[in-house]
């Protein structure tokens, strides 16, 4: 299993939800709520307000999200749901553990809060150069204070 670290739309409550925990795609385990180490630019761009991890560490805040268990076959969805390589890139973040939930996991398994773990984090390298300059967020909410909304797959022209 590889643990995977979501900002955006896979989070709890976000529009695409349904897809982390759909089975078909394969396993998939929620562990635990984190943070960034590094502080990122996380911005909401595009007609469709699709929320973007910017690589680019030390801009920016440090990203709160959620930490995942998958199996390959759900870490193979993933990519193709993340448009993985062209839109974003997985690549592995340092996450600290701000909550953990794996308490089926024995003692000494199990992060303690505040320990770092390595995650799989969907960001990019492939932004356009103006999204820089877009206001940055800590906390990703499709229907939060921003008003910009995102537009799920199918209701896209």
């Given at each position: 299993?590889?643990?995977?670290?979501?900002?955006?739309?896979?989070?709890?409550?976000?529009?695409?939800?349904?897809?982390?925990?759909?089975?078909?795609?394969?396993?998939?385990?929620?562990?635990?709520?984190?943070?960034?180490?590094?502080?990122?630019?996380?911005?909401?761009?595009?007609?469709?307000?699709?929320?973007?991890?910017?690589?680019?560490?030390?801009?920016?805040?440090?990203?709160?999200?959620?930490?995942?268990?998958?199996?390959?076959?759900?870490?193979?969805f993933l990519d193709?749901?993340?448009?993985?390589?062209?839109?974003?890139?997985?690549?592995?973040?340092?996450?600290?553990?701000?909550?953990?939930?794996?308490?089926?996991?024995?003692?000494?398994?199990?992060?303690?809060?505040?320990?770092?773990?390595?995650?799989?984090?969907?960001?990019?390298?492939?932004?356009?150069?103006?999204?820089?300059?877009?206001?940055?967020?800590?906390?990703?909410?499709?229907?939060?204070?921003?008003?910009?909304?995102?537009?799920?797959?199918?209701?896209?022209?």
């Open positions: 299993m590889a643990r995977v670290f979501v900002y955006g739309t896979l989070k709890k409550g976000q529009p695409n939800y349904p897809y982390m925990i759909n089975c078909m795609h394969g396993a998939v385990r929620f562990q635990g709520r984190g943070l960034t180490v590094e502080k990122y630019p996380l911005v909401i761009a595009g007609k469709y307000n699709i929320p973007y991890l910017l690589n680019i560490p030390g801009m920016g805040h440090r990203v709160t999200g959620e930490i995942y268990a998958v199996d390959d076959q759900m870490l193979q193709e749901f993340e448009n993985c390589p062209d839109m974003y890139q997985r690549t592995p973040m340092r996450i600290e553990v701000v909550q953990w939930k794996g308490k089926s996991s024995p003692p000494e398994v199990t992060p303690a809060v505040n320990s770092i773990l390595e995650c799989y984090v969907y960001s990019t390298t492939t932004y356009q150069p103006e999204w820089i300059n877009l206001p940055y967020y800590d906390n990703y909410d499709s229907f939060g204070k921003h008003r910009l909304p995102y537009v799920l797959r199918e209701s896209r022209d």
